[in-house]
């Protein structure tokens, strides 16, 4: 179990299918996946109401940008850690990636429980 330490995981993507899949992959590493969201507003409602170490979000939201959940997250207290993907690549979003409090970014096609770990403390 690579995962013993991290803690629990929030899930935020509009897309049920990736959603799925990541928490098999996440879980099957020793990730604890506390719950997933579709949307920007409903992760910060989730962040709220489930306390999630890490939560891992999809840069394109439907109803807000993904940076911008970053950034509203990376101000709160006792902020997640938040691991950014997307489809795209992280240089696809230039320096804004870096500059929304996230810890770090993993392309979708290489999500895994070893690469989330490796963007943990």
């Not at 992959?25 to 506390?34: H, I, K, Q, R």
């Not at 997933?36 to 439907?62: F, I, M, N, Y």
């Not at 902020?79 to 500059?99: I, N, Q």
Request: net charge neutral; aromatic share 4%.
């Amino acid at each position: 179990m690579i995962a013993q330490m991290a803690g629990s995981v929030l899930i935020v993507d509009d897309n049920p299918r990736f959603r799925a899949r990541a928490r098999r992959w996440l879980e099957a590493s020793g990730f604890a996946v506390v719950a997933e969201a579709q949307d920007g507003r409903s992760a910060l409602q989730a962040t709220r109401d489930h306390r999630p170490t890490v939560v891992l979000l999809d840069v394109e939201l439907p109803d807000m940008s993904g940076l911008s959940v970053a950034a509203r997250l990376a101000g709160g207290a006792n902020p997640p850690a938040v691991v950014l993907t997307s489809t795209h690549d992280a240089a696809d979003y230039g320096d804004r990636a870096s500059r929304c409090g996230a810890r770090g970014f993993v392309p979708k096609a290489e999500l895994s429980g070893e690469a989330l770990a490796a963007l943990l403390p």
